[in-house]
């Protein structure tokens, strides 16, 4: 029973720190800027006007986000708008498709749902925003984050600063290799192969 009570103690004090850390993040940003690539996991709205079944910007998706429904793929914060908060940023990086009027020099989200590594992966659903486009959407940013600051000297030394996240792959597995119908990816590149890596 005594055990049984201690549990149930540690449980709750978890619950009332971690909620403490959720509300009282203040501070200055520990970095200048991020810059967000990857799949679902981080998509903050980027495939929103995309021609393509996989999407979030309905209900129920965003729930419990203060806005509502934005395009991420949960009820809430996805893991990198709490790392970002954590991070001491003031406000949610934005995604890449609504980055006209935003600050980009705080960092712009190029996830997209569905996406993967290889610029095919996901395109069964409709258009997803491959690895390689993020890198070209990326280096549109980066021009102008050098017309911004005056010079590309001047950006990169600004862009060294700021800290990189990259969290995609797994649709890589799940929405090409696995669905030969769609993709020859299983034919061309034998499943014992990528185990060595």
Known sequence: MACETKSWLVMFLVFLVANCMQHCVHGVSQVPCLFIFGDSMSDSGNNNELPTTSKSNFRPYGIDFPLGPTGRYTNGRTEIDIITQFLGFEKFIPPFANTSGSDILK???????????????????????????????????????????????????????????????????????????????STIIPLRSLHKF
């Open 107 to 185: 960092g712009v989200n190029y996830a997209s749902g569905g996406s993967g590594i290889r610029n095919e992966t996901g395109w069964h659903y409709g258009a997803a925003i491959g690895l390689g486009l993020q890198l070209a959407n990326h280096r549109v940013i980066v021009s102008e984050i050098a017309t911004k600051l005056g010079s590309p000297d001047l950006a990169r030394q600004y862009l060294e600063k700021c800290l990189y996240y990259v969290n995609i792959g797994s649709n890589d597995y799940m929405g090409n290799y696995f669905l030969p119908p769609f993709y020859p990816t």
